[in-house]
């Protein structure tokens, strides 16, 4: 498994301590962000990461900021991403069962490191349920690829 993260100057260390994390997992982490506090802006690690999770070239990828809200709207941007904030375990793991996440996001001001790491092993364990959940996701693509819903 390959993992793209990107982070801002807030996430440093928070960032640092998920590489080692998922590393020590087995996990190839392919950094997209920035280790230096100062000023950096989110957008790019957020596209840059975005642009590897849609291209393939990765299986999947994490996003920190100070709220995490931010760097995933950034990724959100890029056809084909759906980035979701995380904040406890539980909704990373559903974000992947019914919503099909391929990045998730949380802050580095929000989460420590014990409860990002229990947000990440949740949504990595996680696997899309389709079913019910897919007709969602295609009215989500039509949005994303044509500016409209039929469905209305």
């Known amino acids: 498994m390959k993992i793209a993260i990107g982070n801002d100057h807030v996430a440093v260390s928070l960032k640092k301590a998920i590489v080692l994390f998922l590393e020590e997992k087995g996990i190839e982490v392919l950094d ?13 690690s957020g596209y840059k990461v975005a642009q590897l999770v849609a291209s393939g070239e990765v299986d999947g990828g994490v996003l920190i900021c100070g709220t995490g809200v931010g760097i995933s709207l ?12 995380c904040s406890e375990p539980y909704t990373a793991r559903l974000s992947k069962q019914h919503n099909n996440t ?49 469905e209305l």
């Open 32 to 44: 997209q962000g920035t280790n230096s506090t100062e000023r950096f802006n989110y957008p790019v």
């Open 74 to 85: 950034a990724a959100n941007k890029v056809k084909g991403i759906r980035a979701c904030v």
């Open 102 to 150: 391929n990045i998730i996001a949380f802050g580095a001001r929000v989460v420590g490191e014990d409860l990002a790491k229990m947000i990440v092993e949740e949504w990595l364990n996680a696997h899309y349920e389709g079913g019910r959940h897919q007709q969602r996701i295609d009215m989500i693509s039509e949005i994303e690829n044509s500016g409209s819903l039929s």
